[in-house]
């Protein structure tokens, strides 16, 4: 009993801003269960739908940092949950989406594995040196690297890939045999966004 009351007494310090959160982290773990369905059974519906889930994802995550600026409440559990539900969002659904689209040779599932620990880099980097980055204001004036949400770009042209029949074999790009393993030259998207987010030289003024 006493168990349960901590539970719901940590559920009771959310603040609304929280639960925006949380939906845009179940937004996240939804498509990447419908990017999973649509490998498992082959329907596109289900690639379409993880797909859409992701942009939903992102205005949940530009929902609760203005919301929570707007009550003027700030969580403490709030950066910290903002970037474990972005990891799932932004990097590792994206990277499934990608393997469901067709991107499954072993040189993909390397890119793919370096575009998410890229986006794990870079917001542990990015909760480190918010402080530094704030300079003394309530918000971060800009950011290094690109924001792990710019994800989104990648799913849209899965999206339109998968709109236009072009994924599996039909791919966009074709696909290589390099040595043990295949790669599919559009990964190289993934490759590329997996690096921008995780520049030092690259900033980006946050609006």
Request: proline share 4%.
């Amino acid at each position: 009993m006493d168990g349960d009351a901590r539970h719901f007494s940590m559920l009771r310090s959310f603040h609304a801003a929280d639960w925006l959160t949380l939906g845009n982290a179940a937004a996240g773990v939804s498509a990447c269960f419908a990017a999973l369905r649509f490998v498992a059974d082959g329907e596109l519906r289900h690639l379409l739908v993880a797909c859409a889930l992701l942009p939903l994802a992102l205005l949940l995550d530009v929902l609760d940092g203005r919301v929570a600026r707007w009550r003027q409440e700030h969580s403490l559990l709030g950066p910290d949950l903002d970037s474990l539900a972005d990891v799932i969002s932004f990097g590792v659904a994206p990277a499934l989406i990608a393997f469901a689209a067709g991107m499954r040779g072993g040189w993909d599932q390397a890119v793919l594995v370096y575009f998410v620990c890229c986006g794990v880099s870079r917001l542990a980097r990015f909760n480190v040196t918010a402080e530094a980055l704030s300079r003394g204001s309530d918000r971060v004036r800009y950011f290094e690297g690109t924001p792990i949400p710019t994800s989104v770009v990648l799913v849209a042209l899965l999206a339109v890939a998968t709109a236009s029949g072009r994924i599996g074999d039909r791919l966009w790009g074709g696909a290589l045999v390099l040595g043990p393993a295949v790669l599919h030259p559009l990964v190289a998207l993934w490759a590329l966004a997996g690096s921008l987010m995780i520049s030092k030289t690259l900033r980006i003024p946050k609006l």
